[in-house]
Nanobody, 121 residues
Framework: QVQLVESGGGLVQPGGSLRLSCAAS????????MGWYRQAPGKQRELVAR???????NYADSVKGRFTISRDNAKNTVYLQLNSLKLEDTAEYYC???????????????WGQGTQVTVSS
């Protein structure tokens, strides 16, 4: 079993910052990519940022220059630093981790429970 525990969401004013964390635990052999998605009410879930094991990352155009994804491989944890937040960043943010739980396993996507980010004045 693999568990993803997210933290760091909350209410912030436009222009403010938040830092999200997602820690993976349980049966983990190797982690490939880690990322964050978000889903606003009435909209589809979208990729925000993804980082692979060598540290290279890609971002949605809407967050480039404002959000930064990072990972701590020793802690099996991925972070998302959200700066210069805008009203349209309001959404439920979900952690996504692609990993093998043991050497014979097929890589599988695991999801966190979600953490709410609300940007409001």
């Amino acid at each position: 079993q693999v568990q993803l525990v997210e933290s760091g969401g909350g209410l912030v004013q436009p222009g403010g910052s938040l830092r999200l964390s997602c820690a993976a635990s349980g049966s983990i052999f190797v982690i490939f990519h880690m990322g964050w998605y978000r889903q606003a009410p009435g909209k589809q879930r979208e990729l925000v940022a993804r980082i692979i094991s060598d540290g290279s990352a890609n971002y949605a155009d809407s967050v480039k220059g404002r959000f930064t994804i990072s990972r701590d491989n020793a802690k099996n944890t991925v972070y998302l630093q959200l700066n210069s937040l805008k009203l349209e960043d309001t959404a439920e943010y979900y952690c996504n981790v692609n990993l093998m739980s043991h050497p014979a396993a097929v890589p599988y996507d695991y999801w966190g429970q979600g953490t709410q980010v609300t940007v409001s004045s």
